[in-house]
């Protein structure tokens, strides 16, 4: 099945800093790829996800990249604010064909983000 | 538009009985998935409804079984419980459709098995 490994496990950044957190998946016929944000005591919070189809995603300070034939996607974080400290998970998933769509989410392990003001 | 709901929020429960977990979807939300989150194993896929059909199943004992109400709701139940079944349990929807990629959670069941 499909294995998603996520680095760096911990990050800590200084205000205004960026921050990059990396992942590679394992399965090439994964083709949706979510980043979560869970903050303590809360559910993942969807901030940003990329499709097979599309190189780059951004939206305000957040990005993402990915790179199908290396199977590795990354989520950038830009002008970092105390607010962006929380656990960020990276996932993968097969979204079937002929109008259906899976919901097996495959998450890597986390990265603590910790932005010091 | 309300979020994903969850009750209850915390429970305590011995070993060997059972519970069961709810969970109500996004207004218009048709999949139903349930995930555990644990320190040491993340989060892992348990399974995922449909118009009240399991789509997809994860690599859990029998213990663990779900079903969906044709109000979309959806409930998880944990048969004769172990130590190791302490975990935040989420709960994610999404449209269903075939532009429905995107999950939102819910705010999880934290279960502790004593």
């Known amino acids: 099945g499909e294995n998603v490994e996520q680095h760096p496990s911990t990050l800590s950044v200084q205000e205004g800093d960026s921050a990059v957190i990396k992942c590679t998946y394992s399965d090439s016929a994964s083709n949706y790829f979510p980043w979560y944000k869970q903050e303590l005591g809360k559910g993942p919070q969807l901030i940003i996800d990329i499709r097979s189809n599309v190189g780059e995603k951004k939206d305000q300070r957040i990005a993402v990249t990915l790179n199908k034939t290396a199977k590795h996607f990354s989520l950038h974080i830009t002008e970092t604010q105390p607010e962006d400290s929380a656990v960020y998970f990276c996932?993968?998933?097969?979204?079937?064909?002929?109008?259906?769509?899976?919901?097996?989410?495959?998450f890597g392990q986390g990265t603590i983000l910790t932005v010091h003001p | 538009k309300a979020g994903v709901t969850q009750t209850p929020r915390y429970l305590i429960k011995t070993r060997g009985q059972q519970v069961t977990l709810s969970c109500s979807p996004i207004s218009g939300h048709r999949s139903v998935s349930w995930y555990q989150q644990t320190p040491g194993q993340g989060l892992q896929f348990l399974f995922e409804y449909f118009s009240e059909t399991q789509r997809n199943k994860g690599n859990f004992p029998g213990r663990f079984s779900g079903r969906q109400f044709s109000n979309s709701r959806s409930e998880m139940n944990v048969s004769t419980l172990e130590l190791g079944d302490s975990a935040l349990y989420l709960c994610?929807?999404?449209?269903?459709?075939?532009?429905?990629?995107?999950?939102?959670f819910g705010p999880g069941t934290r279960l502790t098995v004593t």
């Open positions: 994610a929807s999404r449209l269903g459709s075939y532009s429905g990629y995107e999950q939102y």
């Open positions: 996932a993968a998933s097969k979204v079937g064909a002929g109008g259906t769509s899976y919901g097996k989410l495959t």
